[in-house]
T-cell receptor
Framework: AQSVAQPEDQVNVAEGNPLTVKCTYSVSGNPYLFWYVQYPNRGLQFLLK??????LVKGSYGFEAEFNKSQTSFHLKKPSALVSDSALYFC????????????FGPGTRLSVLP | DSGVTQTPKHLITATGQRVTLRCSPRSGDLSVYWYQQSLDQGLQFLIQYYNGEERAKGNILERFSAQQFPDLHSELNLSSLELGDSALYFC?????????????FGSGTRLTVV
């Protein structure tokens, strides 16, 4: 079975500081990994994905994520946080050996303080 | 605008009633997914349709049902509603059944059962 964990319910960071939102996963095959962001009263928006290739993936709004196979992690990062980055972030995984549906993590609420 | 349209945006109804949520996928997408987002359960996969046929089932209650029509729009029917069914219901779409490009989400229908 596939699963995703986001160990932090809440992450607080000061504007201008680097941010990290953590994600670990469990799959039996090769993982397809995604990050989505949800702003208040909005649907989830795609940020970035890892399918294969370079372990460092760059996405929208200056976000990037690093795939680490040995640690089964896919942490989301941004070098300099903005107040407008405050939102709910979801990590999702699909096992290429297991159907076609993604499993989403519980979400991490990011608050960027001015 | 993501291209996935959900109606209505808000719905308030009484316990025991039945409601229908509607989703129009992004143009060209054949797969439709329904998710329920509640505060205590996170984002839960309910059901997937691909080109009119049910493809996968998640944590969908027997009181809930869905279908996808020939024009690819989908409806989620919720009956015998309970207070605990109050949640955000999201529809997402993707181009084909085993798509690696992730999902495009609608902005959701907020259901309040009173």
């Amino acid at each position: 079975a596939q699963s995703v964990a986001q160990p932090e319910d809440q992450v607080n960071v000061a504007e201008g500081n680097p941010l990290t939102v953590k994600c670990t996963y469990s799959v039996s095959g090769n993982p397809y990994l995604f990050w989505y962001v949800q702003y208040p009263n909005r649907g989830l928006q795609f940020l970035l994905k890892y399918i294969t290739g370079d372990n460092l993936v760059k996405g929208s709004y200056g976000f990037e994520a690093e795939f680490n196979k040995s640690q089964t992690s896919f942490h989301l990062k941004k070098p300099s946080a903005l107040v407008s980055d405050s939102a709910l972030y979801f990590c999702a995984v699909r096992d290429d050996n297991y159907g076609q549906n993604f499993v989403f993590g519980p979400g991490t609420r990011l608050s960027v303080l001015p | 605008d993501s291209g996935v349209t959900q109606t209505p945006k808000h719905l308030i109804t009484a316990t025991g009633q039945r409601v229908t949520l509607r989703c129009s996928p992004r143009s060209g997408d054949l797969s439709v997914y329904w998710y329920q987002q509640s505060l205590d359960q996170g984002l839960q996969f309910l059901i997937q349709y691909y080109n009119g046929e049910e493809r996968a089932k998640g944590n969908i209650l027997e009181r809930f049902s869905a279908q996808q029509f020939p024009d690819l729009h989908s409806e989620l029917n919720l009956s015998s509603l309970e207070l605990g069914d109050s949640a955000l219901y999201f529809c997402a779409s993707s181009p084909v059944g085993r798509e690696v490009h992730g999902y495009t989400f609608g902005s959701g229908t907020r259901l309040t059962v009173v």
